[in-house]
């Protein structure tokens, strides 16, 4: 298949719909609305469904609505838009319907500004709405990883009932970069939706979807499910990339675009004698937390770096367990950090241990 020259707001909506999508609920924000652009003009030339909502509140609920029809549905925002779908997020997940967001994430908090950051991995990863649940996270650091994940989070939404986000970054939402297309897939038939879907009950008893489980003990019931889930997801959809770690000294943990810098910082690094891999988690949820913990035995210092104030590092040193020295650097606000800056971290760090020793 013959590579494109693709924005990587046009490439995700597009892998969305060779995925099957069959409807789309959204509203503009920078700096991802020509992905609902795309969306507005390719959905209704395939006789699918593109609704501009009034907002995300009404967006979010749109695709729940959808969701539990037992179609493929998506929906994509950038943080202040996410922000406001979390309500509906969480009753998506307290209703095991599954879902697909795109989160194309800017400076924060508050209105923020519409430049590249990575302030939403607590947000995101953590739940963000209320309640007990977790939702699969996916974070591309390329365009070709931007539309292979959202091209796959259909399959893994529908595998465990579940949301399934895709968090990526400005940078990543406005970049072009050539990539290939995934295959197109046929929109699934109604006859084929699952068996839990409210397709009507003619010949059948009905279906019932909710989220409201007014006695505690079914509510802590359903919440044993989906840890049940949780536990699967788990065991099977851990994902990373390791880059030169065989014999590193010092490992830099980063994920999605703060992650493409490091590989550059690494590869300097390498270029001075210094000896660092590079981790880069590509699953924020489930998170490699086994392979963190590995790593800790074989380094002797880790550097996490975001473009934010520090929220993935926690995961990091919970995996860490104290056993070596972890370090931060982040840049926030939208700044993306430079390969130059990494790499003046890496030797502070390796400064650091050496004076201990």
Same mark, same amino acid.
């Given at each position: 298949?013959?590579?494109?020259?693709?924005?990587?707001?046009?490439?995700?909506?597009?892998?969305?719909?060779?995925?099957?999508?069959?409807?789309?609920?959204?509203?503009?924000?920078?700096?991802?609305?020509?992905?609902?652009?795309?969306?507005?003009?390719?959905?209704?030339?395939?006789?699918?469904?593109?609704?501009?909502?009034?907002?995300?509140?009404?967006?979010?609920?749109?695709?729940?609505?959808?969701?539990?029809?037992?179609?493929?549905?998506?929906?994509?925002?950038?943080?202040?838009?996410?922000?406001?779908?979390?309500?509906?997020?969480?009753?998506?997940?307290?209703?095991?319907?599954?879902?697909?967001?795109?989160?194309?994430?800017?400076?924060?908090?508050?209105?923020?500004?519409?430049?590249?950051?990575?302030?939403?991995?607590?947000?995101?990863?953590?739940?963000?709405?209320?309640?007990?649940?977790?939702?699969?996270?996916?974070?591309?650091?390329?365009?070709?990883?931007?539309?292979?994940?959202?091209?796959?989070?259909?399959?893994?939404?529908?595998?465990?009932?579940?949301?399934? *986000?895709?968090?990526? +970054? %400005?940078? @990543?939402?406005?970049? #072009?970069?050539?990539?290939?297309?995934? !295959?197109?897939?046929?929109?699934?038939?109604?006859?084929?939706?699952?068996?839990?879907?409210?397709?009507?009950?003619?010949?059948?008893?009905?279906?019932?979807?909710?989220?409201?489980?007014?006695?505690?003990?079914?509510?802590?019931?359903?919440?044993?499910?989906?840890?049940?889930?949780?536990?699967?997801?788990?065991?099977?959809?851990?994902?990373?990339?390791?880059?030169?770690?065989?014999?590193?000294?010092?490992?830099?943990?980063?994920?999605?675009?703060?992650?493409?810098?490091?590989?550059?910082?690494?590869?300097?690094?390498?270029?001075?004698?210094?000896?660092?891999?590079?981790?880069?988690?590509?699953?924020?949820?489930?998170?490699?937390?086994?392979?963190?913990?590995?790593? *800790?035995?074989?380094? +002797? %210092?880790? @550097?996490?770096?975001? #473009?934010?104030?520090?929220?993935?590092? !926690?995961?990091?040193?919970?995996?860490?367990?104290?056993?070596?020295?972890?370090?931060?650097?982040?840049?926030?606000?939208?700044?993306?950090?430079?390969?130059?800056?990494?790499?003046?971290?890496?030797?502070?760090?390796?400064?650091?241990?050496?004076?201990?020793?």
């Amino acid at each position: 298949m013959k590579k494109e020259l693709l924005k990587g707001n046009v490439a995700f909506a597009e892998a969305a719909i060779r995925a099957g999508c069959e409807a789309y609920f959204g509203y503009p924000i920078t700096p991802q609305t020509e992905a609902l652009e795309h969306m507005s003009k390719r959905m209704p030339e395939l006789g699918r469904t593109f609704i501009q909502a009034e907002s995300e509140v009404a967006a979010i609920n749109m695709v729940y609505g959808a969701a539990c029809a037992g179609i493929q549905t998506m929906t994509s925002s950038s943080s202040p838009g996410v922000s406001l779908m979390m309500e509906g997020l969480s009753y998506i997940a307290g209703s095991e319907v599954p879902v697909v967001i795109v989160d194309i994430m800017r400076g924060g908090p508050g209105l923020g500004n519409i430049a590249p950051a990575q302030g939403d991995y607590n947000q995101m990863v953590k739940g963000g709405g209320h309640g007990d649940y977790r939702i699969i996270v996916l974070a591309p650091a390329t365009i070709q990883e931007l539309i292979d994940l959202t091209y796959e989070a259909f399959g893994l939404a529908d595998k465990y009932r579940t949301i399934v *986000a895709v968090l990526a +970054d %400005g940078s @990543l939402g406005q970049m #072009m970069e050539p990539a290939v297309l995934p !295959e197109m897939r046929p929109v699934r038939p109604v006859d084929k939706r699952p068996a839990w879907a409210l397709t009507g009950a003619k010949g059948r008893d009905s279906h019932f979807i909710t989220s409201i489980y007014l006695e505690p003990l079914d509510e802590e019931k359903f919440n044993q499910k989906l840890l049940e889930t949780e536990a699967k997801i788990e065991a099977n959809e851990v994902r990373y990339k390791e880059l030169l770690l065989d014999d590193a000294e010092i490992a830099i943990v980063a994920f999605g675009t703060a992650g493409r810098v490091a590989q550059t910082a690494v590869k300097i690094a390498r270029e001075n004698g210094i000896k660092v891999g590079l981790l880069r988690p590509i699953s924020l949820y489930p998170f490699p937390t086994d392979r963190i913990r590995r790593l *800790a035995d074989q380094v +002797d %210092g880790m @550097l996490v770096t975001e #473009m934010n104030s520090g929220q993935m590092v !926690e995961d990091v040193r919970l995996a860490v367990e104290g056993r070596l020295p972890v370090s931060f650097y982040g840049r926030m606000g939208g700044v993306i950090p430079m390969p130059e800056e990494i790499l003046d971290e890496v030797r502070k760090l390796k400064a650091s241990i050496t004076e201990k020793v």
